[in-house]
């Protein structure tokens, strides 16, 4: 009676190189799939380095904490408490010297500084709290000063996105625009910055961490 697997004893070379392709989908992240190419129901197996996936494990959950507990707080508050702030930092310092000794300290350090150097002008010009800026500052520690770049620049996105929604269901644009105008005439009028924002708990004054947090999960699910 023939059975009914295959027999892969008679496979050519090209069939076994095949039948060995790993598919990588995002950083780390490799899938079981049958082969197409040879049109069997074999399936893809491998070994991962358990340290390194707990590692990877351990990044992804402590900036989705980080954000995440941010947000919450800036939801219900206003603001990110700077014991929360200080505990992340302490706790991405901690991380990085568990995961890479005095190395990982000093990629930590350049980490969380280039956020302030790159968002400082906006807290002063009042278009960015200083508590959004210190989440990325925790985070920039841990991603490292590049990826707290690419962090930053889907977070303008996201915000960006949100912030286009809002104005086109529930503002008037033109009262937006004539609302921007006033705003430069006044601070080149005076000569100093003042809020851009609106004081009170409106529909337009958005919660930056929200934009964060969704950068976050898009670096864990390995956008970027």
């Not at 060995?20 to 074999?42: A, G």
Request: aromatic share 14%.
């Amino acid at each position: 009676m023939e059975s009914g697997c295959p027999d892969l004893t008679n496979e050519s070379s090209l069939q076994k190189t095949e039948r060995r392709t790993i598919i990588r989908l995002t950083r780390n992240h490799l899938v079981f799939l049958p082969s197409v190419l040879t049109e069997r129901s074999h399936f893809l197996s491998f070994n991962i380095n358990s340290k390194e996936a707990d590692f990877f494990i351990a990044d992804q959950m402590l900036l989705l904490t980080i954000a995440g507990v941010s947000v919450i707080m800036d939801l219900y508050s206003m603001k990110v408490k700077n014991n929360w702030i200080l505990c992340s930092l302490l706790a991405g310092a901690g991380y990085c010297f568990w995961k890479s000794g005095f190395a990982g300290l000093i990629r930590f350090v350049p980490g969380a500084l280039v956020p302030l150097a790159i968002l400082g002008w906006m807290f002063y010009f009042r278009m960015l709290g200083p508590g959004d800026i210190k989440v990325f500052c925790a985070l920039g520690g841990i991603m490292g000063p590049a990826k707290i770049l690419w962090c930053i620049w889907f977070s303008f996105l996201c915000g960006a996105g949100i912030s286009l929604a809002l104005l086109i269901c529930y503002t008037d644009i033109r009262k937006r625009m004539s609302y921007l105008a006033a705003y430069l005439a006044e601070c080149i009028r005076t000569g100093r910055p003042k809020p851009y924002y609106q004081t009170g708990n409106t529909l337009e004054n958005i919660h930056f961490t929200v934009p964060i947090f969704m950068s976050v999960m898009l670096y864990t699910g390995g956008l970027y």
